[in-house]
């Protein structure tokens, strides 16, 4: 099946910076990509719609200057966490969609970064 | 707006026994409906899903879904379970039209399963 990674797995960064994951479909391309967090024994979240040659379209709520988004290619979108803060700690998962319609297509999630802001 | 319940946070079933995770959701219009496993370590993985058509789904790993629209359900089950099967699991709202892949997600169930 499809594959997506996320690098890093997990990540520690002292607050004020930034950190940067990454988010690649492996062996296909996907024109949609999708962020989620998920806080500890929570449920996911979705954060934003990353489109690949456009801007990201976010949820309410989210903030897109803090929660920056850039799909560049086909195969390959970012999340960077901007002026980390302890709360920003939680585990961020993406997923693509490999296109076919909604009734053929398949949502694949990566395996999640964890982030942990000191 | 959408939302989706999973009323059990734990469930804890004996290896071979039959299971049933239960998931209702609140939805205006036919639902897209979804349920993910999550194992530690590795990314959700889609049980099976319902867009349309017969309202009996089958998955993999020998899950089997109903969606009942009159009590706003859709229930995984499965006859007998591995112990392979412990892990959380996640019932999904997809939304209509072209926004189908923004999913909502359920609270989970963790699933613990005794030898």
């Known amino acids: 099946g499809a594959v997506v990674s996320q690098h890093p797995s997990w990540v520690i960064c002292k607050s004020g910076t930034s950190v940067k994951i990454e988010c690649r479909s492996l062996d296909f391309q996907a024109t949609t990509m999708f962020w989620y967090r998920q806080f500890p024994k929570q449920s996911l979240m979705l954060m934003a719609t990353?489109?690949?040659?456009?801007?990201?379209?976010?949820e309410q709520g989210v903030e897109k200057d803090k929660f920056l988004i850039n799909h560049a290619s086909l195969t390959l979108s970012t999340l960077t966490v901007t002026s980390a803060h302890p709360e920003d700690s939680s585990f961020y998962i993406c997923?693509?969609?490999?296109?076919?319609?909604?009734?053929?297509?398949?949502?694949?999630f990566g395996p999640g970064t964890r982030l942990t802001v000191l | 707006a959408q939302s989706v319940t999973q009323p059990d946070i734990h469930i804890t079933v004996s290896e071979g026994a039959s299971l049933e995770l239960r998931c209702n959701y609140s939805?205006?219009?036919?639902?897209?409906l979804f349920w993910y496993v999550q194992s530690p370590g590795q990314g959700l993985q889609l049980l099976l899903k319902?867009?349309?058509?017969?309202?009996l789904v089958q998955g993999i790993k020998g899950f089997e879904a109903e969606f009942k629209r009159s009590q706003s359900s859709f229930n995984l089950r499965k006859p007998s379970v591995h112990w392979s099967d412990a892990a959380e699991y996640f019932c999904a709202v997809g939304r209509g039209g072209t926004s189908y892949g923004k999913l909502t997600f359920g609270q989970g169930t963790i699933l613990t399963v005794h030898p």
């Open positions: 997923s693509a969609i490999l296109a076919g319609g909604p009734s053929t297509d398949t949502q694949y």
């Open positions: 990353s489109n690949e040659g456009s801007k990201a379209t976010y």
């Open positions: 319902y867009f349309s058509g017969d309202t």
């Open positions: 939805y205006g219009a036919t639902p897209y």
